[in-house]
């Protein structure tokens, strides 16, 4: 087998350079990245962004138009030399957004069938469907039929199902995105759960900012078919790459600047920022800046204040989300804060915003 000449110690999934086209159109474009063993990496991005095609990838499902993929230091597929390694030869378990479950089968024989299909005997079979349902808290329910299993459990077993061979790697496609809202943040945690007690090393896709959040150690934002940013969440949060992914991420509102008497103002008002002293970029080319939602608040003070028009005020159980609008007749921005008081529509008020939490952007 062919070996990864870069190979580094303890990378799961090395990609260097992928693309993927259907004919002319670039579906994914120069993506690299490593993952090392044992982590999670959530790809986020919003729908058509590429991230199943991605996962796709990976799993074998389809070979790249450019660039190489390798596993655990070994070539799955490099589209320069025509390697392709299938599915079932790169090791991975796999759970899809609608379970591809069979409905007519028990959950024991759905969960079985990865091991069938490495021709492994009855007895063994039995053995480890037994232990991977106990692994998702599906014990004993071997024998139940999947049409009577609730939304949660059938995700469950596929879940057992994607363990099952006891791969090192495994995929996940939106699996929870079909589950209320109360079920996902469970099955959010149960599924840390077991791939930390496996040592599991997991790409997860979702558009779901929270469950990236909350599962990985690595978020790759991606946009139109690369990659805006990759990091941890924390790095992610406190430093955004672009106003795209500031945007994405709602990290609060990205405003327009202009450079005028030696000092940045909101574009359409006579507010301006301080410019921090360490700004790698001095030389006058910001052009946005991002203003968090919690460096916002109401002020009675006009004194170093910008005056806003409120346009809606909606009450969020820790206040109230107000939305205001600034600026003249030529630039309007509307920002959004949370308030202690609702504000009637079409009132003045004045917010402060405290300048130690701006970010400043060039793009
Ligand atoms: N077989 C195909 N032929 C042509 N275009 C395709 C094919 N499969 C996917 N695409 C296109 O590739 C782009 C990325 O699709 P992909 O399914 O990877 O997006 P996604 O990020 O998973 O979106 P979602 O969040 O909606 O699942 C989309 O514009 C899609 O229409
Ligand atoms: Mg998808």
């Given at each position: ?293 919690r460096?916002i608040s109401a002020t009675s ?12 005020s909606q009450f969020r159980g820790d206040g109230h989300l107000t ?14 804060y949370l308030d202690h008081i609702p504000r ?5 008020t004045?917010l402060a ?11």
């Amino acid at each position: 087998m062919l070996q990864d000449p870069t190979l580094q110690d303890k990378i799961a999934v090395n990609i260097n350079e992928l693309s993927l086209a259907y004919g002319k159109t670039t579906i994914l474009n120069n993506i690299s990245l490593k993952l090392p063993q044992g982590q999670t990496l959530a790809l986020l991005g919003p729908s058509g962004c590429g991230k199943t095609t991605l996962l796709r990838l990976i799993a074998g499902l389809l070979p790249p138009t450019k660039g190489n993929i390798s596993i655990n230091g070994t070539i799955v597929a490099d589209a320069a030399s025509g390697t392709f390694l299938p599915p079932e030869k790169r090791h991975l378990g796999m759970v899809f957004q609608d379970y591809a479950l069979w409905p007519h089968m028990s959950v024991a024989g759905n969960v079985s069938f990865p091991l069938e299909m490495r021709g492994i005997n009855r007895s063994e079979r039995e053995k480890r469907v037994k232990t991977a349902l106990k692994r998702v808290g599906l014990g004993g329910f071997e024998n139940r039929s999947i049409s009577d299993m609730s939304g949660g459990q059938q995700q469950r077993v596929a879940i057992a199902r994607a363990i099952v061979a006891e791969p090192k790697i495994v995929l996940f496609d939106e699996p929870l995105s079909n589950l209320d809202r109360e079920l996902r943040e469970n099955m959010v945690t149960e599924i840390k759960q077991i791939v930390t007690n496996l040592g599991l090393t997991a790409v997860y896709v979702t558009h779901d900012q929270s469950e990236a959040f909350a599962l990985a150690d690595q978020v790759a934002i991606m946009r139109s078919g690369h990659i805006e940013q990759l990091a941890d969440p924390q790095n992610l949060v406190a430093n955004p790459a672009n106003t795209q992914v500031a945007d994405f991420l709602r990290l609060g509102c990205v405003m327009p600047v202009e450079y005028c008497s030696q000092d940045y103002k909101i574009r359409g008002t006579s507010y301006y920022l301080q410019t921090p002293q360490y700004s790698p970029d001095h030389g006058h080319n910001h052009s946005h800046v991002l203003i968090p939602t919690r460096a916002i608040s109401a002020t009675s003070s006009h004194d170093d204040s910008v005056t806003a028009i409120v346009l809606r005020s909606q009450f969020r159980g820790d206040g109230h989300l107000t939305t205001v609008r600034i600026g003249d007749d030529n630039f309007t921005h509307e920002i959004t804060y949370l308030d202690h008081i609702p504000r009637p529509q079409g009132s003045q008020t004045a917010l402060a915003i405290d300048h130690s939490q701006l970010r400043w952007f060039s793009n």
